[in-house]
């Protein structure tokens, strides 16, 4: 019977195990085709072509799930006033990344307002940044 309980035991702590490491390694990383939005953001900021499964590009794909929701705008054109954001700031002495722009836009932007110009907040977010 001490064998047969200690057998159990060893099985189940091995297959306790065995499910602890699966959900440590996490969900695989997502794939992005070269086309994609934020794919193309991500290398902007990186100054190079990422790999399509690199792991930064995850968090250019959040911003723009959310700003989506509250944008009227596609997600490409989001992408490209956020690139012209950096523009206008670096004229003025202001360093600040892509990903830092959309964030600044997804974060004026209340969730639970209407569906808004995305165009408009980053032109008010860039003025802000830049105190004029």
């Not at 200690?6 to 085709?33: I, K, Q, R, W």
């Not at 070269?34 to 100054?47: K, Q, T």
């Not at 523009?87 to 004026?108: H, I, N, R």
Request: with cysteine.
């Amino acid at each position: 019977m001490k064998l047969r309980l200690s057998l159990l035991l060893g099985a189940t702590l091995l297959v306790l195990g065995t499910v602890a490491a699966a959900c440590e390694a996490g969900e695989p990383a997502a794939s992005y085709s070269e086309d994609d939005p934020e794919y193309l953001l991500a290398s902007i900021d990186a100054g190079e072509p990422l790999s399509v499964d690199d792991p930064s590009i995850s968090a250019y794909a959040d911003r723009l799930d959310s700003l989506d929701e509250k944008c009227e705008e596609e997600r490409s054109l989001i992408g490209d006033q956020a690139v012209r954001a950096t523009q206008l700031l670096a004229e003025e002495g202001v360093s600040v990344t892509v990903l830092e722009a959309l964030e600044g836009f997804d974060e004026s932007i209340p969730g639970e307002f209407p569906v808004f110009s995305c165009a408009e907040i980053g032109a008010l977010w860039t003025t802000l940044v830049t105190g004029q």
